[in-house]
């Protein structure tokens, strides 16, 4: 099981009204067929849906267990009773209060609701018991005592008990108030021991009552005594208590045999109310930790969207601070472009939250349970899921006892499997560790699994580089937020499609290792010592990505201000549509300005990337291809977009890369490419080289 199920189970139970709730909370595990778990998450989702509209819908406090009550029953059986043990009152009353409140529990899942179909569906496992429900009410209050009519005989039984202990009372505090007695009395009111009066005397003066009977100490120099005038009458109370308490005794039985003779179904229903009390727990768990509804399939790709780590999540709430702000957002696919991700990336960058996310997510939706995490969540019924997250046995070598787990776990997976993998590699020389590393992915990735691996192994990086199903993955700083974090907090943001250095130094630096460490380090990194052919394209592409995030960022404060400006300025519309064209123009001017620094920095990358070799070349281009993809959806890239599919013969426009205005004589839309007229010469372009933006000619 991954790390963080036991927190998470743990604060599962902590929401579970009732014991059985609790108990099925603490053993939560992957359900082993997908049809369960499928039922199970979406039981979870009409849940919340449940609880968002009627809160006090579910409530389950006056629920007994059940399994407890009749399987173990406290009190011990009766010579009579042949075997098994008596409820007591208070049981049998607990038991009237779980018939009644899983009575209102399937009346409120009866009425859930059309669109939560699986709600109403569950109240058919609620079987209600009118017969032993009538019995119970006859028989006990809601406090559990046994009522007068339980019994022919009771209640003249009970009428006749409170006489003789009125009468009892009365003789006994007669006696006492007797001048002679009352001198030699600790306390002047006589006291109840059972169904007898007796009077406290200091000890010093037992020897001068000699008509009676003693009952031992009531405390230093304190001696209980009955008089004999009152031993009569207190044997009579004693008898008829004794005849009361048969007479309940036998209602008690009676009302537990009514139970035994329906323990099979009452179990049954105990069962789904723990199962409802589950239920409801992950949803309000969900909520608090603000969960998503991620779609659970059979097969098929795996993509997380925005998923964090719901223990870190807990962790955040718990101090009183932000998730969103302090647990890093994964966002990955595996199983549509590539089966395998190999993510690196600087120490105490987030690797490893990025292993545990996925590992958590993957382990809870076959519990049924959600997890934060972004619209578009979707993951396949990975079983089983395998896990290598470092350690070793005792006795034995850290290195072997970590190639025998990458040992065991290739020979368990197969397709369907989900294998993640944490420093993959490590432990021994790094070219060496590598090379094992390597050939034990390639062969798990050869049986089909999906793999998530960590690593500091520039080797292992470039496996991406030869494999077509390998991509890597970088979980870098995001320096901003790192300087705003308090007390030292990881702040990270992830990247995807290419390798990333480790940034060693910069950590340790972080942990405080002495500058003058530091520096004999960056003069060995700088004199050749330790060379990584791909750290210069490396930190090149660092730069660019920050500049297209940059970029995106930029667009849509621009285009934003823009409105808003306008609208805020103008005081009739027609100023305030002349000036929204103004500001419109102003940003749309900057935002092409943007897009050709950025174009030209590509150029140079890629000029540079020729003179690294083939992996390079390819890094470089799935680095343009994701940075193309975040800047196309800004607004600026949007409108461009629209502008080039509404062009036709005629039309002027801004041809970018002439840095001149020209007339369109041909357009072809399917090709997204125009032929426009510069002058004497023909150009042609893509709906990318033209602009609306540019000085006349």
């Known amino acids: 099981m991954p790390p963080g199920l036991d927190a998470v189970r743990e604060a599962i139970a902590a929401r ?9 909370a603490a ?3 992957p ?11 979406d039981q979870t989702g009409e849940m919340r849906a449940l609880l968002s509209r009627r809160p006090e819908a579910l409530a389950l406090g006056e629920v007994a267990d059940l399994q407890v009550l009749l399987a173990a029953p406290a009190a011990p059986a009766a010579p009579a009773s042949g075997g098994g043990g008596v409820l007591t009152g208070p049981e049998a009353a607990s038991v009237l209060r779980t018939l009644e409140a899983v009575e209102a529990l399937r009346t409120a899942l009866e009425g859930a609701g059309d669109d939560l179909p699986l709600m109403v569906s569950v109240a058919k496992h609620l079987a209600a018991f009118p017969a032993l429900r009538e ?9 559990g005592g046994v009522l007068d009519g339980a019994a022919p005989r009771l209640a003249g039984l009970r009428a006749e008990l409170r006489q003789r202990r009125d009468v009892l009372r009365r003789s006994a505090r007669g006696f006492a108030y007797r001048r002679r007695v009352a001198a030699l009395l600790a306390e002047p009111e006589p006291v109840r021991l059972g169904e007898r009066q007796v009077l406290v005397l200091r000890s010093e003066n037992r020897g001068r009552m000699v008509r009676g009977v003693f009952h031992g100490t009531d405390g230093p120099d304190r001696v209980l005594f009955e008089p004999d005038e009152v031993v009569v009458a207190g044997n009579h109370a004693t008898e008829l208590a004794s005849d009361e308490a048969e007479e309940v005794r036998r209602v008690l039985e009676g009302l537990t045999a009514a139970a035994r003779a329906e323990a099979e179904p009452l179990l049954r229903v105990s069962d789904a109310v723990a199962w409802i009390d589950f239920t409801r727990a992950k949803a309000l768990w969900a909520e608090v930790v603000g969960a998503g509804r991620p779609l659970l399939e059979e097969g098929g790709p795996l993509a997380l969207r925005e998923a964090r780590d719901p223990v870190l999540v807990q962790r955040a709430l718990a101090a009183g601070r932000s998730p969103a702000s302090e647990v890093l957002p994964v966002t990955l696919d595996l199983g549509d472009a590539h089966d395998a991700l190999v993510v690196s990336g600087p120490n105490t960058g987030g690797k490893s939250t990025v292993l545990r996310t996925l590992a958590l997510a993957a382990t809870l939706v076959r519990c049924g349970c959600p997890f934060p995490c972004g619209e578009g ?6 079983r089983p899921i395998l896990m290598d997250l470092g350690g070793s046995s005792d006795g ?11 040992l065991s776990l290739a020979d368990s997976c197969g397709r369907g499997a989900l294998v993640l993998l944490d420093d993959l590699g490590w432990l021994t020389d790094p070219e060496e560790g590598a090379v094992l590393a390597g050939a034990i992915l390639e062969s798990i990735i050869e049986k089909g699994a999906l793999v998530l691996a960590t690593t500091h192994l520039g080797a292992l990086r470039a496996l991406a580089e030869r494999r077509p199903r390998v991509a890597n993955a970088f979980v870098d700083w995001d320096v901003a937020r ?26 340790a630096a972080r942990l405080g290792l002495p500058e003058a460490v530091l520096e004999r380090a960056r003069s060995a990194l700088a004199g050749g010592e330790a060379t990584d052919p791909l750290r210069p394209l490396l930190e090149r592409l660092d730069t660019l990505a920050a500049e297209a995030r940059r970029f995106a960022e930029e667009a849509g404060r621009l285009h934003a201000q823009a409105a808003q400006d306008a609208e805020a300025a103008a005081t009739s519309r027609t100023e305030a549509e002349a000036l929204r064209g103004s500001l419109q123009r102003e940003a749309d001017a900057a935002m092409e300005s943007f897009f050709g620094s950025f174009r030209g920095s590509m150029a140079d990358l890629e000029r540079a990337g020729q003179g690294v070799g083939g992996p390079a070349q390819e890094a470089i281009g799935r680095f343009r291809k994701e940075a193309d993809g975040l800047l196309g959806h800004t607004p600026f890239a949007r409108r461009r977009e629209d502008f080039g599919r509404g062009l036709k013969k005629g039309d002027r426009v801004w041809v970018v890369p002439a840095g001149a205005r020209g007339e369109v004589t041909r357009v072809n839309h399917g090709q997204r490419r125009v032929t426009v007229m510069l002058g004497r010469m023909t150009f042609e372009a893509t709906y990318d080289q033209l602009s609306w933006v540019g000085r006349e000619a």
């Open 396 to 406: 034995e070598s850290p290195f072997a006892s970590h190639l025998e787990r990458l």
């Open 135 to 143: 019995a119970l009410l006859a028989a006990v209050d809601r406090q």
């Open 27 to 29: 053993r939560m595990a």
């Open 482 to 507: 790192l300087a705003a974090a308090q007390g030292g907090a990881p702040a990270v943001v992830p990247t995807s499609g290419r390798p990333g250095a480790s940034r060693a130094l910069e950590v």
């Open 31 to 41: 359900l082993e067929d997908f049809g369960q778990a499928r039922v199970t998450l």
């Open 16 to 24: 579970c009204a009732t014991a059985q709730g609790r108990r099925v």
């Open 377 to 382: 969540t979707r993951l396949p019924f990975c």
